[in-house]
């Protein structure tokens, strides 16, 4: 995970002009304006690379962003970013449409039209940038849909999802996992951005065609939970455990095997890294949600056709 900023690193004199060009480049605002107060504002940028999408979360005392009609007309997006609310009550407008949001409210980002966004005290915000190209789905859709998110079947997913995905997102970040929880992530954004339409037969194949992105998402980000059920996953993703296991079997996956496997591609990486020297295997499998570590060794021969302490060896870096 990079620190694109923290406040608290920098001299206290720097802050607002730092913080402020930091802002706004990250966000695509015209203008930003912080709490001018004695010690200058207070806040920090955090972004997660997940492959071709990317996790931007945004913290920080007081702050009005504004991107004025000029800029907006002659942007091209290169990327659509969902949003979910964090901390504080924030304000945002666009056109004739002002909105206020709390912990939890999902937005679309749209560059290409003028805003105005804000929070007074200390606020926060986790977006969710995707290529649009990698999308495949027209501006004007996104537009026309981002009014209408709370009408989508997958809003209070998708909320839930990205609160998540953030808090996650030091683990995430050294995984080899994480291109796999980016592509998951994207599928999930369209789903959320094509069933906002008004067409509710087509919101409900949408969900069907996509819950198998939102399990393989899931379980990818609860990997090292021990405890990991179909029952979790289904209560996760509020669907029902036949429902689950119906879309599991007609996208060719079998849930317990996924999970295992997955596990054991997260285990066979971490053997490998040098960090990982002093831990035994027995705590490697531990922590990445095995029971057993016989079992782990088992299953690992037979994915792998090597022992893991072998496997140690042989990745081990050369002495000279």
């Given at each position: 995970?990079?620190?694109?900023?923290?406040?608290?690193?920098?001299?206290?004199?720097?802050r607002?002009?730092?913080?402020r060009?930091?802002?706004?480049?990250?966000?695509?605002?015209?203008?930003?304006?912080l709490?001018p107060g004695?010690?200058?504002?207070?806040?920090?940028?955090?972004?997660?690379?997940?492959?071709?999408?990317?996790?931007?979360?945004?913290?920080c005392?007081s702050m009005?962003?504004?991107?004025?009609?000029?800029?907006?007309?002659?942007?091209?997006p290169?990327?659509?970013?969902?949003?979910?609310?964090?901390?504080?009550?924030?304000?945002?407008?666009?056109?004739?449409?002002?909105?206020?949001?709390r912990?939890?409210?999902?937005?679309?980002?749209?560059?290409?039209?003028?805003?105005?966004?804000?929070?007074?005290?200390l606020?926060?915000?986790?977006?969710?940038?995707?290529?649009?190209?990698?999308?495949?789905?027209?501006?004007?859709?996104?537009?026309?849909?981002?009014?209408?998110?709370?009408?989508?079947?997958?809003?209070?997913?998708?909320?839930?999802?990205?609160?998540?995905?953030?808090?996650?997102?030091?683990?995430?970040?050294?995984?080899?996992?994480?291109?796999?929880?980016?592509?998951?992530?994207?599928?999930?954004?369209?789903?959320?951005?094509s069933?906002?339409?008004?067409?509710?037969?087509?919101?409900?194949?949408?969900?069907?065609?996509?819950?198998?992105?939102?399990?393989?998402?899931?379980?990818?980000?609860?990997?090292?939970?021990?405890?990991?059920?179909?029952?979790?996953?289904?209560?996760?993703?509020?669907?029902?455990?036949?429902?689950?296991?119906?879309?599991?079997?007609?996208?060719?996956?079998?849930?317990?095997?996924?999970?295992?496997?997955?596990?054991?591609?997260?285990?066979?990486a971490?053997?490998?890294?040098?960090s990982?020297?002093?831990?035994?295997?027995?705590?490697?499998?531990?922590?990445?949600?095995?029971?057993?570590?016989?079992?782990?060794?088992r299953?690992f021969?037979?994915?792998?056709?090597?022992?893991?302490?072998?496997?140690?060896?042989?990745?081990?870096?050369a002495?000279?």
């Amino acid at each position: 995970m990079a620190i694109l900023l923290d406040t608290a690193s920098l001299p206290r004199r720097d802050r607002h002009e730092v913080f402020r060009a930091a802002l706004a480049e990250a966000s695509g605002a015209t203008s930003v304006e912080l709490d001018p107060g004695p010690d200058g504002p207070s806040g920090r940028m955090e972004l997660v690379e997940l492959g071709e999408t990317r996790l931007f979360t945004a913290r920080c005392s007081s702050m009005v962003m504004r991107r004025d009609r000029r800029t907006a007309g002659g942007a091209s997006p290169e990327a659509v970013a969902v949003a979910v609310h964090g901390l504080g009550v924030g304000c945002h407008q666009m056109g004739s449409r002002q909105r206020r949001l709390r912990t939890g409210d999902v937005m679309v980002v749209d560059v290409t039209r003028p805003f105005d966004f804000s929070w007074t005290g200390l606020g926060s915000s986790t977006s969710l940038q995707v290529p649009t190209a990698a999308l495949g789905l027209p501006l004007d859709l996104v537009q026309r849909a981002a009014p209408r998110l709370g009408r989508s079947p997958l809003y209070d997913l998708v909320s839930r999802y990205l609160v998540e995905l953030a808090r996650d997102a030091r683990r995430l970040d050294d995984s080899p996992t994480a291109p796999a929880v980016g592509a998951a992530s994207l599928q999930l954004v369209r789903a959320l951005i094509s069933s906002a339409l008004d067409d509710p037969p087509h919101a409900h194949d949408v969900l069907e065609q996509t819950l198998v992105a939102q399990v393989r998402a899931y379980v990818r980000q609860h990997l090292r939970d021990p405890e990991l059920s179909a029952d979790q996953v289904a209560a996760a993703l509020s669907v029902s455990r036949r429902q689950l296991f119906r879309a599991c079997s007609q996208a060719g996956l079998s849930l317990e095997q996924y999970v295992i496997a997955q596990r054991l591609e997260g285990a066979r990486a971490e053997l490998a890294r040098p960090s990982s020297r002093p831990r035994s295997v027995a705590s490697v499998a531990y922590s990445w949600g095995f029971k057993d570590p016989t079992h782990f060794t088992r299953r690992f021969r037979q994915a792998y056709g090597m022992l893991p302490r072998d496997w140690r060896v042989l990745t081990a870096p050369a002495r000279t």
